[in-house]
């Protein structure tokens, strides 16, 4: 089964633009959930879609936003980028079974570089 | 107090050796534990889950859970030295709701030849 994937793999942007990243869950999974990486926060929870609603939402500003598709493929969109937006950005899904804690599978992530 | 606390490292251990690896959490009614290990520029990966108190083995792999003192370890037997990586401990706490992962800072392993 393929795993998670992401794209673009990485991305230069200026302080200002927009961003929009992609994310394919493991086939058969309807949760996906979105973090942000960095060296001096680790690893941080932005929010997480099933069935094409959101369910949760991390400490982030309103200038992250995300939203899911009814194939449960994500996007995530960051406005106004800003110097401290630099991270990698994981997404990763699950398939809530039985007996089994919402195990959660990342991707490879998309590494946002901005200037 | 962070949500979800682990030593930073290294813990550096030689090839063959237990390496054990620890977390504290701080939401009482946090019911699910994950391990996860990330290589350096890699994305995390799972290696173990664990939501009742006790042990859980997979292979060299042991998680250990005690709710009591909100306490949850990771052993690997016969560390190799391509163990040597970043682990993360990550909770999902009673009051986060569905898929929302609290992540320690992690833990750096180094496991010498």
Redesign the interface.
Same mark, same amino acid.
Do not use: C, D, T
């Given at each position: 089964k393929a795993g998670v994937t992401q794209t673009p793999r990485y991305l230069i942007k200026t302080r200002g633009q927009q961003v929009t990243l992609s994310c394919s869950p493991i086939s058969g999974h309807r949760?996906v959930?979105w973090?942000q990486q960095t060296p001096g926060q @680790? &690893?941080?929870?932005l929010f /997480?879609y099933?069935s094409e609603t959101q369910?949760?939402k =991390?400490n982030f500003p309103g200038r992250f936003s995300g939203r899911q598709f009814s194939n449960s493929r994500s996007e995530m969109n960051v406005s106004t980028l800003e110097l401290g937006d630099s991270a990698?950005y &994981?997404c990763?899904s699950?398939f809530p079974k039985q007996g089994?804690? *919402? /195990?959660? *599978?990342? @991707?490879? =992530?998309t590494r946002l570089t901005v200037t | 107090q962070k949500e979800v606390e682990q030593n930073s490292g290294p813990l550096s251990v030689p090839e063959g050796a237990i390496a054990s690896l620890n977390c504290t959490y701080s939401d009482r009614g946090s019911q699910s534990f994950f391990w996860y290990r990330q290589y350096s520029g890699k994305s995390p990966e799972l290696i173990m889950s664990i939501y009742s108190n006790g042990d859980q083995e997979d292979g060299r792999f042991t998680a250990q859970l005690n709710k009591a003192s909100q306490y949850v370890s990771l052993l690997i037997r016969d560390s190799q030295p391509s163990d040597s990586a970043t682990y993360l401990c990550a909770v999902i706490p009673f009051s986060g709701g569905y898929n929302k992962l609290i992540f320690g800072a992690g833990t750096r392993l180094a496991v010498h030849p």
């Open positions: 949760s959930s973090y @680790g &690893l941080q929870f /997480e099933f369910r949760n =991390g990698l &994981l990763a699950s089994v804690p *919402y /195990e959660q *599978y990342f @991707g490879p =992530g | -």
